[in-house]
């Protein structure tokens, strides 16, 4: 029987799940995983116990029909895999590469790049040492020519100062390649890194990894909080979405609209009615979903309904800047 199931949701260093993770590792002298954060359309594929090959969107079983393929990854897992030699019950999830907010060079894109393998029998992200995951792998990359995403450290944790030594190299400080083509992959804007534990267990005994993203992809920013709002708008509402509601936030969901088949990849103004019943509603629950427990420990009390109202106002001025930020870049590309 074939179920979606999502990939993990992956916390950002500093979140409140995962202030005891590295505490953990490192008294237990638990190895990790370094793996470059790559920014695609999230998906994953298996056999399941019917035999049956099936690909997945985040949140949707994939069909052949345009706009419910995921862009042609429905047709690329098609084309590659062969059932009678990829063992069932295993997900093996990815980043299926296409046009997002970081700019890779072209010959990147259209490919598939493997992160984790789970094992639907154990209900477990396989470790990358195991056998199973050894095998998969070499059958999906050496013989499907599937890629591995780039994994940049395995042994074990020397600390959080290595580990935000590995993202300063691979996340540029500056703005020269932002936005545009790089030529090789050295030069890509990187978003982050994600660091895996995989016999690290939670409370509540689930798999949990973590993830360091560089300033520029930050999904919320720094405030100095005004515990005494005075003057035209500086609510303590106010301030939780200016928090909360970051470029980067804004256009993952946008992306995410488009990986859907709900936004074409180039939209544009004309497309205002459907962000506009979208996104704002998206970028709340993403920000009640991802950051409530730091909005209620760095800001307090808050009235839900206004804060609603101010996260609808800042993400439609963040659309409109993306927007004409997109349509001046596809002007000059014609020139």
Known sequence: MSTIKRYMDIPRVGHKTTKDYFIQIASQRKKIRIMLKLDGANSHFEINDKNELNSY???NLLREEKGFDLRGFYQYVNTKVDKSILPANFKIYGEWLVSHTVVYPKEMYNHFYIFDI???KKEEYIDSDSNEYKNIIAYLVNHCGMKEAPVLYEGHYKGIEHIESILKQVCRSDDEYHGKQPDKFEDVFNEGIVVKSY??????GNQLFVKFVSEKFKEI???KINKTPSGPDT??????AEFSVTPARVEKIMNKLIDQGILPEDYDLENMQIIARNVP???YDDVMKEELDTI????GEF??????KKINAITMNIVKDIIREKVEQRAKELI
């Open 199 to 204: 016999d690290y267990r939670d409370y509540g």
């Open 303 to 308: 009235d839900e309904k206004l804060i609603g």
């Open 57 to 59: 969107s985040r949140d």
């Open 221 to 223: 920013k720094k405030v």
């Open 281 to 283: 509603k998206m970028a």
């Open 118 to 120: 789970y094992d639907t």
């Open 296 to 299: 209620k420990e760095e800001f």
């Open 235 to 240: 609510s303590i509402e106010k301030q939780i």
